[in-house]
């Protein structure tokens, strides 16, 4: 029954790709748990503070590329810890409004003092971090594309 | 209270990173979903047909980068689903062995016929697949490195 898997080139890459994704992730756990935070977490928290507009848990979703149920859930258990606050829109009142707490906000600021990992690409050239940058977005727009065919409909999954 | 936050240029690249590896892991997601599956089970069988020596939970947090109680949570999921088989070690008894059943090896086959997202750097030139491939191996590297000093003992943690 079981055969050889020969990987082509393309699928030996999306394995490293993985692989590094997930050890680069791992290392950022790592280094937030030391301010408390998870990854997860700290993705809202940055959210909150930059966003220029109110965000409500479906708009987080996309911007983080997560599904809407479990950003609702992080939400909720975010508020339990005292890092955020909801609050109904007052035009639309199907509309939750996420926003940071003092709590929050201190959070926010103890993790920018954990940043080693968050700043790993200064271990490589400035010619390296280009090429890096520019192949990430091409891959980044295809996998947008391929997104699109795979799901055509739901407004809900889509990246932004 | 609220004050701009100013990225510098790698956490804007850290940015990027995080945001694609997302956008990558979503589309797999959804490409695997087709073939029933998720991107974590596919990648116990993907271990499991390829591993040329048995594979234990703890073994497979490992290769997958993953906490040791995440991926036992899994296999037994697994289990459940008829996808994978456990057997304990009769040389060690604490020892508990993964294999692939075979509904996982028709699974497995299964989910090899969704392969664009898996194939996604076919988008890429040559040249701008080495410069990536190199790149990552770079930022690989130093996230092990700094994830050895951030966690200097603890030996079910490491990346292998």
Redesign the interface.
């Known amino acids: ?2 055969r050889s ?1 020969e990987l ?1 080139e ?2 030996r ?2 394995e ?12 950022r756990e ?2 937030l748990s ?1 301010a408390g935070l998870s990854v997860s977490q700290a993705g809202v928290l ?1 959210f909150l ?2 966003s220029k507009v109110p965000l409500t848990p479906m708009k987080l979703s996309r911007l ?3 599904q809407p149920h479990s950003v609702s859930g992080l939400v909720k258990r975010m508020e339990t810890d005292g890092l955020v606050e909801t609050r109904r829109d007052l035009k639309r009142k199907n509309w939750v409004r996420v926003s ?1 707490t ?1 709590k929050g ?1 201190e959070a926010f600021k103890r993790q920018l003092t954990e ?10 050239s400035k010619s ?2 280009e ?10 727009a ?3 594309e ?2 699109r ?3 055509p409909t739901p407004y809900d ?1 889509l ?1 932004v």
């Not at 940043?115 to 490589?124: E, F, G, Q, S």
């Not at 090429?131 to 980044?140: C, M, P, Q």
């Open positions: 029954m079981v898997v082509n393309y699928e890459e999306w490293e790709l993985a692989a590094t994704s997930a050890i680069l992730r791992r290392a790592v280094e030391r940055y503070k930059t983080m590329h997560k940071l003092r906000e940043w080693d990992v968050r700043n790993i690409t200064a271990c490589l390296e971090r090429s890096l940058i520019a192949a990430i977005r091409k891959l980044r295809r996998a947008i391929l997104l065919q795979l799901r999954e990246p």
